[in-house]
């Protein structure tokens, strides 16, 4: 029994909370940013 892999017990999930903020002015544009970054978030954008 001593050569068979013991498998680790699986950590359980971490919760995330996330708080977004949008900001429209008066002419009813919303004010954001897009992401410089080359990544999974360059698709987002991000506020002033």
Same mark, same amino acid.
């Given at each position: 029994?001593?050569?068979?892999? *013991? +498998? !680790? =017990? &699986? +950590? +359980?999930? %971490?919760? *995330?909370?996330? &708080? !977004? $903020? %949008? %900001?429209?002015?008066?002419? #009813?544009?919303? $004010? $954001?940013? &897009?992401? &410089? !970054? +080359? @990544?999974?978030?360059? !698709?987002? #954008? *991000? @506020? =002033?």
């Amino acid at each position: 029994m001593d050569r068979y892999p *013991i +498998k !680790a =017990p &699986k +950590k +359980k999930p %971490v919760p *995330i909370y996330l &708080k !977004a $903020l %949008v %900001v429209k002015n008066t002419q #009813g544009q919303f $004010l $954001l940013e &897009k992401m &410089k !970054a +080359k @990544s999974y978030w360059q !698709a987002f #954008g *991000i @506020s =002033p």
